[in-house]
Nanobody, 125 residues
Framework: QVQLVESGGGSVQSGGSLRLSCTAS????????IGWVRQAPGKEREGLSC????????????YYTDSAQGRFTISRDDDKNMVYLDMNNLKPDDTATYYC??????????????WGQGTPVTVSS
């Protein structure tokens, strides 16, 4: 039911960087575990990163899959009600639609109940 909104996608050359942002109207994202999931055309959805809630109900930690670890960084700014995904050293294989997603707690199953509409990212060679 939480309507998440992503922004920051676009086109970038290989090796470039982008910052994706996620927010929600009427909801405090600090209460949620927020993740980033992507889906390329014709491929399965792929979890990238998840950050647990900052309200003390979880460990507040950040988690990454192999695709994201070392290049992507998830963070939150509770004062701005924002969650970010900083993506560095982007590669053409990173081309996908990126979704901000939410749940109660980050899980290894990468299951999320709340989804944004997605923001497209295109990385050219």
């Amino acid at each position: 039911q939480v309507q998440l909104v992503e922004s920051g996608g676009g086109s970038v050359q290989s090796g470039g960087s982008l910052r994706l942002s996620c927010t929600a109207s009427g909801y405090f994202l600090g209460f949620y575990a927020i993740g980033w999931v992507r889906q390329a055309p014709g491929k399965e959805r792929e979890g990238l990163s998840c950050i647990n809630s900052s309200d003390g109900s979880s460990d507040g930690g950040s988690y990454y899959t192999d695709s994201a670890q070392g290049r992507f960084t998830i963070s939150r700014d509770d004062d701005k009600n924002m969650v970010y995904l900083d993506m560095n050293n982007l590669k053409p294989d990173d081309t996908a639609t990126y979704y901000c997603v939410g749940t109660v707690q980050c899980s290894r199953s990468w299951e999320f109940e709340h989804w944004g509409q997605g923001t497209p990212v295109t990385v050219s060679s």
